[in-house]
């Protein structure tokens, strides 16, 4: 069975959201009391049920190899939080 | 100077622009001229398309003047606006896209307007369609028309509030757990959610994926079944979207329930509703009969895991989904010494706190070491509430239950999030199982505390693609009952 | 290997899908271009947009798969690999986990002295490409000390097949004929331009040595930032060195990614620990399975072009070609092509191979135009061949001709004909030709029969000399020889 816990500051992490300390308690408290209820699933006998893939029966929904209109590029940057000359710009990535 | 024009339903409308005896153009100006007056107190939209409504007015009356007759020619039209609309401000009600201009739209809200819908404004919805009562958005404050100090319902409360205020006839609303249904419950409308994969996801901006429905408000049944068969229909543009052929939904509307039996939700007959609740929705049951519906009791056993189910796969396909919002393309940027402080500050000041709880959650559903007992079990339990319906529906032709655990709360009621997420207890089970379901005013009660009486909203079930029955029987129950027009919206009022 | 240890190799590729547009959009799948010209709302990542797979890039790994010998299974599905990158528009990657495309296959190849080897692949599957990223105020255009990136999008989802091997690979040598062999099967297959300059072709080696003789595999690293095969092999010789001096001196390898500086010649660290990632893999809701009738399997197994090895056979089995001609064939399919017509036409393959590989490749590359480019038709060069065959003319004019038929076309069975380039292979005629020649040459004869035999040559060239180049040359040689006996 899981924990009833979850790591806040771990997940804050993987999903790249600053957390105040306030929050990491705040959300933890609450979401451990959602884990709680959640964790009655455990109680559904599962062992030798699928998992749903898709809630409607469909596959191969493909499309053929056909050009489509592209955006224009001044619509594309107009609303760039920041750009130069044609390109998006970031600040530096540090190297891990 | 109240122009009864806005109060008819589309249909209505539609047949006036068609005949000549109104204009799209008219209409417009009649509802803008409704928006300017009530907005103040209902707070529907977060941004009013005073130029757009023009401009696409102005064509649907060139068009008609050619000979053509659009099925909603006219039609005043809100959309909720986590739904592209090319030029428009189109923002979630998140402070992370506030600004940011859509630069094409939806495919369903482009068939709206190509059967001549004429947009009026981009309605408030809880942020990121996540709420149930449009107070989680970031932008706005939406109230309830039927009282100005509760909520509208959520998340699609501005599409709700606007057509109960008779800022549009019809709004477009998203439903993921009941985002469509509740509101419609709580501002004593019809909401719809169609089949999954039925209406195109192409310009929707993600929430859940395997959850999300684009479906519409309407004050009449009928009304419901022309947007549907404006909006729906296979799209190339959307892997999930069925190709099925669309029969016409507004061409089925019944009459009477003869010859079809309605499933009463044994698990759900448990009293926690409340004695005047319980008695309206008896009441209702009985009107179901009295039309010529067998009564026959079904079972949905897993039903009760429905929430736990929900909140787990929801959150985690959104944790996924709204990773996309890190400030590099487009909208909310926040500065920092390096990418990755860019983004844990951009998000955090984007994003509020439901939104963060969701991500939060979702992504410890996924992660390594959970994704089996979180993930991968609640799609197992999904299998099983799935298949409860299919059981049910062995049995009976459409399932009838509560739309909603409560009418109308007031802002702030439901501060624990826990206590929110109840609100959609009835609705998430169709919503996992990908089934059409709508909810139809059923009756009103005045909440303990309340200064006037509040719809109650009656929730209708059908097996996967049988929007036609669904629909059809609808209007039967509704031309039979006509509660929604027991009380008008209270606009006179000035919100405490 | 080198002495007491053995290498162990495993190769990660991504290929470049060469379809019209990208996997999940209709953007064209163009190399090069302005920036940010080449994007739509799916592969920008943004709000509301929707991916859905091109059939196009869905039969290329199909194809690419059976031509490998791999499984294709009937069921398959689209993961997200979801991780934060400046370069993913969605922050996360459509990829796939569990269930790839295909599974298993291996890639043939030969060693330079003629071994056959083959090194098994784990699998292969389908994915987007991300866009592009230049790090800035650096200096060098690396990451480190970079102070702003630049993001372009246009290679942003373009379609990927990523291919996974086992680590079957023994050496730098063997790795680069790895992927030769590979290259040329995904030309013959024509799903892309597999080219490393240009990033259609980019791969990751990972290497790590053992005593010889052991089974245990020791610690890898994973080597990346390889720009040609030549920096492939370098890379991992470079490697193979430094692991065994470490081992030798009593270290310990640290599993680690590292990059390889062309410059400098060596190896660096990329990361001081390995940060491993949590992906969070799950089956991507916006998409529908994938399945893979064994109807499709069939009807794309047998449009299969006749993949490298099988030409190499051909070339060399059945038309008894040298292994380098037959190399220099496989890495030019045009020029292949072009042979293939030549002795499909009935041209004798060795005497086609010597003008097609010899004479013409020599005036193409002289003259910058390529040989199936060129005015030769393949039709007149197995009537060239025919000719020489039929000794009506000698291998010398043949020469000639071909060089005028690279300026001016033309049948060379016309040329001959109308100017009398025949050669005379009657004996009466040629005689005439060798006596004049040994009365016309007495000091040279006796030196000949004095002992010096190579003046032989010199008499036999004047004998070409005197037919004007149309004598047959074997039989002046035997004619000479006779006489000065």
Known sequence: MPADSIDVRYVAQLARIALTDEEVERFGAQLGNLLEHVNALAELDTDSVPATAQVIESHDAVRADVERPCLDREVVLAQAPQRQGGFFRVPRIIAE | MFDERIERSAAQIAADVNAGRTSACEVAEATLAQVEAVE????????????????????????????????????????????????????????????????????????????????????????????????????????????????????????????????????????????????????????????????SRYGLIAFASSLDQIGPLTRTVEDAALAYDAMSGHDPMDATSVDRPVESAAGSLRADLRGLRVGIVREFQTGALGAQADAIYRDAYRDLERLGAELVEVSLPTAGYGLATYYLIAPAECSSNLSRFDGVRYGLRVEGKDVREMYDRTRAAGFGPEVKRRILIGAHALSSGYYDAYYVRAQKARTLIARDFATAFASCDLIACPAASCPAFEFAAKSDPYSMYLMDFYTIPMSLAGLPALSVPCGWTTPEGGRRPMPIGLQLCAPLFAERLLLGAAHAYEQATHHAQAHPPALDEVPA | MIGAYEAVIGIECHVELTTATKMFCGCPNSFGGEPNTNVCPVCLGMPGALPVPNARALEAIVTTGLALGAEIPSFSKFDRKNYFYPDMPKDYQISQYDAPLTQGGSVPYRLEDGTRKACRLTRIHLEEDTGKSSHAGSGDGRIAGSSYTLLDFNRAGVPLMECVSEPDIRSAAEAVAFLESLRRTLLALGVSDVKMEEGSLRCDANVSVRPAGTAELGTKTEIKNMNSFRSVERAIESEIERQIQILTSGGRVVQETRGWDEVKGVTHSMRSKEQAHDYR?????????????????????????????????????????????????????????????????????????????????????????????????????????ALVEAKTINSKIAKELLARMWDGGGSPKAMVESEGLAQTSDPSAVEHFVDEVLSGNENVVADYKAGKTNVLGFLVGQVMKASRGKADPALVNELVKKKLS
């Open chain 2, 40 to 199: 103040p107190r209902v707070g529907a939209y977060l941004t009013v398309l005073q130029a757009e409504a023009r401009a696409h007015a102005a064509r649907v009356d060139e068009r008609v003047r050619a000979g053509e007759r659009l099925p909603l020619a006219g039609v005043p039209l809100a959309v909720k606006d986590n739904m592209c609309l090319d030029g428009t401000r189109t923002t979630c009600g998140s402070k992370i896209l506030e600004g940011w201009i859509a630069p094409y739209t939806a495919t369903a809200v482009a068939r709206m307007l190509q059967a001549g819908a004429v947009p009026i404004g981009k309605a408030n919805c809880d942020e990121f369609a996540m709420g149930s009562s449009c107070e989680n958005s970031a932008l706005g404050v939406t109230r309830n028309p039927y009282d100005l100090t509760r909520v509208p319902g959520g998340s699609s409360g501005g599409s709700a509030a606007a057509v109960a205020a008779y800022e549009a006839a019809i709004g477009l609303g998203s439903d993921t757990g009941g985002s469509i249904r509740e509101p419609g419950a709580f501002c004593n409308l019809v909401g719809f959610k169609p089949t999954y994969g039925r209406v």
């Open chain 3, 281 to 385: 893999y799950f089956p991507d809701p916006d998409l529908v399975p994938l399945t893979i009738s064994r109807e499709d399997v069939e009807r794309l197994r047998a449009a299969l072009p006749e993949l490298p090895w099988q030409r190499f056979e051909r070339y060399t089995q059945t038309f008894g070609l040298g292994e380098m001609q037959a190399e220099q064939l496989l890495d030019n399919l045009p020029l292949a092509s072009y042979y293939d017509r030549v002795v499909s036409i009935g041209g004798n393959p060795q005497r086609a191979s010597t003008f097609v590989l010899g004479d013409l490749s020599r005036l193409a590359n002289e003259r910058g135009v390529a040989v199936s480019d060129s005015k030769v038709a393949p039709e007149h060069v197995a009537e060239l061949a």
